[in-house]
């Protein structure tokens, strides 16, 4: 079982900055990957950025160029990076994992979430 901590997160305006930062623990072999994911009210959660143990990011065209997805395989822990942020990025973001326990089982694991408003 993975849990995972999430911290970061909070109100900026429209051009800010705010880095948000999860660090996974507990039973596992390893994590095949680690990012983010959004909700915003009314709509479904969206991949924002994913990156594989094996060194593969991959971010939703929304934020490319702004957003910044980093990893520490050895801390298990992942942060995302969110420059020039628009109102359109405010949502609750999830930390996520998908952990490997042997070569045919593994799980995916969703942190609390955590709160990012970006104000006009």
């Known amino acids: 079982q993975v849990q995972l901590v999430e911290s970061g997160g909070g109100l900026v305006q429209a051009g800010g900055s705010l880095r948000l930062s999860c660090a996974a623990s507990?039973?596992?072999?390893?994590?095949?990957?680690m990012g983010w994911y959004r909700q915003a009210p009314g709509k479904q959660r969206e991949l924002v950025a994913v990156a594989t143990s094996g060194g593969s990011i991959n971010y939703a065209d929304s934020v490319k160029g702004r957003f910044t997805i980093s990893r520490d395989n050895a801390k298990n822990t992942v942060a995302l990076q969110m420059n020039s942020l628009k109102p359109e990025d405010t949502a609750v973001y999830y930390c996520?994992?998908?952990?490997?326990?042997?070569?045919?089982?593994?799980?995916?694991?969703w942190g609390q979430g955590t709160q990012v408003t970006v104000s006009s």
């Open positions: 507990g039973r596992f072999f390893s994590l095949s990957k």
């Open positions: 996520y994992v998908h952990s490997v326990m042997s070569p045919l089982v593994g799980y995916d694991t």
